[in-house]
Protein backbone atom coordinates (compact mmCIF):
# COMPACT_ATOMS: atom_id res chain seq x y z
CA UNK A 1 0.00 0.00 0.00
CA UNK A 2 1.53 3.43 -0.64
CA UNK A 3 -0.22 6.79 0.30
CA UNK A 4 0.18 10.31 -1.38
CA UNK A 5 -0.97 13.01 1.05
CA UNK A 6 -0.93 16.92 -0.32
CA UNK A 7 -0.96 19.49 2.33
CA UNK A 8 -1.12 23.42 2.52
CA UNK A 9 -4.14 24.93 0.46
CA UNK A 10 -5.60 27.51 1.05
CA UNK A 11 -7.02 30.95 0.32
CA UNK A 12 -4.48 33.32 -0.38
CA UNK A 13 -4.80 36.54 -1.93
CA UNK A 14 -2.97 37.43 -5.70
CA UNK A 15 0.44 38.61 -5.07
CA UNK A 16 0.57 36.22 -2.09
CA UNK A 17 2.26 32.90 -1.71
CA UNK A 18 1.85 29.39 -0.37
CA UNK A 19 3.85 26.02 0.08
CA UNK A 20 2.41 22.71 -0.93
CA UNK A 21 3.61 19.98 0.28
CA UNK A 22 2.98 16.35 -0.54
CA UNK A 23 4.46 12.93 1.54
CA UNK A 24 4.48 9.49 -0.25
CA UNK A 25 4.49 6.54 2.25
CA UNK A 26 3.69 2.90 2.99
CA UNK A 27 5.55 0.09 0.32
CA UNK A 28 8.32 1.78 -1.19
CA UNK A 29 10.92 0.55 -2.88
CA UNK A 30 12.40 3.52 -4.71
CA UNK A 31 11.13 7.06 -5.94
CA UNK A 32 11.33 7.51 -9.93
CA UNK A 33 9.50 10.97 -10.18
CA UNK A 34 6.94 13.10 -8.23
CA UNK A 35 5.08 16.02 -9.78
CA UNK A 36 2.42 18.61 -8.87
CA UNK A 37 -0.92 18.71 -11.08
CA UNK A 38 -3.69 21.36 -11.11
CA UNK A 39 -7.05 21.29 -11.84
CA UNK A 40 -8.94 24.81 -12.63
CA UNK A 41 -12.51 25.07 -12.65
CA UNK A 42 -13.88 23.63 -15.73
CA UNK A 43 -10.93 23.16 -16.86
CA UNK A 44 -8.70 19.72 -17.62
CA UNK A 45 -5.37 19.00 -15.32
CA UNK A 46 -2.30 20.01 -16.07
CA UNK A 47 1.21 19.67 -15.90
CA UNK A 48 2.52 22.09 -12.81
CA UNK A 49 5.90 20.47 -12.47
CA UNK A 50 8.47 17.74 -11.77
CA UNK A 51 11.28 16.43 -10.49
CA UNK A 52 13.12 13.38 -10.31
CA UNK A 53 15.25 11.54 -7.71
CA UNK A 54 18.29 12.91 -9.37
CA UNK A 55 17.01 16.53 -9.20
CA UNK A 56 15.86 17.07 -12.97
CA UNK A 57 13.26 19.31 -13.08
CA UNK A 58 10.18 20.29 -15.80
CA UNK A 59 7.79 23.29 -15.23
CA UNK A 60 4.88 23.91 -17.39
CA UNK A 61 5.52 27.42 -19.32
CA UNK A 62 3.50 29.39 -17.74
CA UNK A 63 4.89 28.29 -13.87
CA UNK A 64 7.93 29.55 -14.51
CA UNK A 65 9.56 31.78 -12.88
CA UNK A 66 6.74 31.76 -10.09
CA UNK A 67 6.69 28.13 -8.84
CA UNK A 68 9.32 26.10 -7.34
CA UNK A 69 9.35 22.22 -6.86
CA UNK A 70 11.72 20.57 -4.60
CA UNK A 71 12.10 17.10 -3.07
CA UNK A 72 13.42 15.97 0.12
CA UNK A 73 14.29 12.37 -0.79
CA UNK A 74 15.21 11.52 2.38
CA UNK A 75 11.55 11.97 3.76
CA UNK A 76 9.55 10.77 0.05
CA UNK A 77 8.68 14.74 0.29
CA UNK A 78 7.64 17.07 -2.72
CA UNK A 79 7.11 20.50 -2.51
CA UNK A 80 5.84 23.24 -4.84
CA UNK A 81 6.18 26.88 -3.80
CA UNK A 82 4.16 29.14 -5.18
CA UNK A 83 4.58 32.98 -5.34
CA UNK A 84 3.07 36.05 -7.05
CA UNK A 85 -0.04 34.00 -7.31
CA UNK A 86 -2.96 34.96 -9.58
CA UNK A 87 -6.23 34.26 -9.53
CA UNK A 88 -6.33 32.00 -13.17
CA UNK A 89 -3.43 29.70 -10.26
CA UNK A 90 -7.03 28.86 -8.05
CA UNK A 91 -7.44 25.28 -8.69
CA UNK A 92 -7.15 21.60 -7.25
CA UNK A 93 -3.66 20.79 -7.03
CA UNK A 94 -2.97 17.08 -7.36
CA UNK A 95 0.36 15.32 -6.34
CA UNK A 96 1.56 12.08 -8.16
CA UNK A 97 4.25 10.17 -7.31
CA UNK A 98 5.89 7.33 -9.96
CA UNK A 99 7.04 5.06 -8.34
CA UNK A 100 9.76 2.29 -9.10
CA UNK A 101 9.31 -1.27 -7.87
CA UNK A 102 12.40 -4.06 -7.11
CA UNK A 103 11.83 -5.55 -11.58
CA UNK A 104 11.68 -1.59 -12.83
CA UNK A 105 8.37 -1.62 -13.42
CA UNK A 106 6.49 1.79 -12.15
CA UNK A 107 3.38 2.66 -11.19
CA UNK A 108 1.81 6.33 -10.91
CA UNK A 109 0.23 6.88 -7.12
CA UNK A 110 -2.00 9.94 -7.18
CA UNK A 111 -3.19 12.19 -3.87
CA UNK A 112 -6.30 13.44 -3.10
CA UNK A 113 -6.19 17.24 -3.71
CA UNK A 114 -5.78 20.20 -2.16
CA UNK A 115 -7.65 23.13 -3.10
CA UNK A 116 -6.31 26.29 -3.85
CA UNK A 117 -8.39 29.52 -4.13
CA UNK A 118 -6.17 32.62 -5.03
CA UNK A 119 -9.11 36.02 -4.38
CA UNK A 120 -8.83 39.22 -3.02
Known amino acids: QVQVVESGGGLVQPGGSLRLSCKAS????????MGWFRRPPGKQRELVAK???????DYADSMKGRFTISMDNTKNTVYLQMNNLKPEDTAVYFC??????????????WGQGTQVTVSA
Open 96 to 109: KAELESYDSSKTDY
Open 26 to 33: GSIFSIWV
Open 51 to 57: ITSSGNI
